[in-house]
């Protein structure tokens, strides 16, 4: 008869065919049916081992389907070892109270190729920028933000605007907002077939003249005019709003600013409102109190939000906002881009270090992080540049690691 212990054994033993097929029915015959010897101390430690075993044999699979791993058990093991999954924790971790209010499904709006390569000095293709954007759909992602409708003399990397969003047409069941900053951007936007749009006033009056040379108020009026007209093409308007708890040239920004911004965008018909921390300053010490004053004006479900990680808090800033029932996170991969008004801000959250954090608290994404690195392969080496993925850069180590096994 197999002991537990001698089971626990065979398990790295056993080929991995055996562990994916048929490990649990195999093992569950030779759990002793003697009443001498078989405790309910015993059984319960069997099903543990089983369903421990079944938890294995699933990561298995899956670190061979997502991530190229070659066919072998020890690769398999070693990989499936270092990438955490909520595979790993209980019911009981998952409904813990520090867990608990944060929604079972968050929706990833990917800005890599706007926000991520509005800054980079060389001109990227066009035909890098489309397929860079096929990659990213190809991950699963719902939303991705494609590109920008501005005046090509402030932001000349994305002066292809009009050929980057034609030549994505063909792709179906994704939302591709873009950015437009009056009307002119708005027809533009319109006519090359922008089916999503999002404006951008700022909650500092400075960031609001430099970014966009008009005043909030001004900006506002503007925001109103492209809502109202995007209405008649029945266009959802997204909200951005910038300096959402610091600024680069005024410094801290009051949360009553954010929210008098936020109420407005929520009035004048915004589908969606997003929080951007633009040079990113802010800690859960200041978010949480800019959050509680926009959540006072608009509901939990509008609400967006969007961290930028040069002091490296955008991800304790995400899961602060998530337990504050948030749903809805914008990142780029690779952590990739930065504000050509704000000088020194860096990327955004990296959307695999988002993956993988949800991944890990049993949050649904319906994105896959094997393939989500392969689009951060893809445009980090067309920027010359290593990933600013914290996750992407381990979890290629050890997938580099493993293929030698
Ligand atoms: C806002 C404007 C247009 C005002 O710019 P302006 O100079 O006040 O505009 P203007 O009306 O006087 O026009 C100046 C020139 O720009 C042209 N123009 C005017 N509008 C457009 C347009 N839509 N598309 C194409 N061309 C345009 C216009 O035709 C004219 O051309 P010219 O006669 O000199 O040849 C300008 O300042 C601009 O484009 N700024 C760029 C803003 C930008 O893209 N910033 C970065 C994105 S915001 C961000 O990153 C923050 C965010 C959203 O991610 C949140 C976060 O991170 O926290």
């Not at 009051?254 to 040079?279: F, N, Q, R, W």
């Not at 094997?370 to 850069?393: E, V, W």
């Amino acid at each position: 008869m197999i002991t537990i212990k001698g089971m626990h054994r065979a398990r790295f033993l056993n080929p991995l065919s055996q562990l994916v097929a048929g490990f649990s029915s195999s093992a569950a015959a030779a759990i002793p049916t003697c009443s001498s010897c078989a405790s309910i101390d015993t059984t319960n430690q069997m099903q543990t081992l089983l369903s421990r075993e079944s938890t294995k044999a699933t990561q298995h699979r899956s670190a061979f389907k997502k991530f190229n791993i070659p066919h072998n058990s020890h690769a398999a093991n070693y990989f499936s070892n270092r990438h955490f999954t909520s595979d790993h924790i209980s019911d009981a971790q998952r409904s813990s109270q520090h867990l608990k209010g944060i929604p079972d499904f968050v929706k990833i709006v990917e800005v890599g190729p706007r926000d991520g390569l509005q800054n980079e000095k060389s001109i990227v293709p066009t035909d890098v920028k489309v397929e860079f954007i096929k990659l990213l759909v190809s991950s699963g992602l719902s939303v991705v933000e494609a590109t920008s409708f501005v005046s090509p003399k402030w932001v000349p990397q994305l002066a292809d605007a009009k050929d980057v969003l034609s030549a994505i047409q063909d792709v179906e069941g994704v939302s591709f907002p873009v950015l437009t900053p009056n009307f002119k951007g708005l027809e533009l936007a319109v006519a090359a077939g922008a089916k999503e749009v999002a404006v951008f006033p700022a909650a500092s009056e400075s960031f609001s003249k430099a970014n966009l040379n008009s005043g909030i108020e001004d900006n506002l009026a503007r925001c109103r005019d492209i809502v109202s007209a995007s209405r008649s093409h029945s266009i959802p308007v997204r909200g951005y709003i910038s300096c959402v708890v610091g600024c680069p040239f005024e410094g801290y920004v009051a949360p009553a600013k954010v929210a008098y911004v936020a109420k407005a965008l929520y009035e004048m018909g915004c589908s969606e409102i997003s929080l951007g921390d633009t040079i990113g300053v802010g800690t859960p010490g200041t978010v949480v109190p800019m959050l509680e004053a926009v959540l006072d004006v608009v509901p939990v479900d509008k609400l967006a939000v969007h961290f930028h990680d040069t002091y490296g808090q955008a991800l304790s800033n995400t899961l602060i906002s998530l337990q504050m029932g948030i749903s809805a996170v914008d990142s780029s991969v690779s952590g990739i881009g930065g504000c050509p008004y704000a000088k020194g801000a860096t990327g955004n959250l990296a959307t695999e270090d988002l993956v993988y954090m949800l991944d890990g608290i049993g949050v649904k994404t319906n994105v896959e992080l094997g393939k989500l690195m392969q689009a951060g392969d893809f445009i980090c080496k067309h920027l010359g540049r290593a990933s600013n993925s914290r996750a992407a850069t381990a979890l290629s180590k050890v997938k580099a690691h493993a293929s030698k096994l």
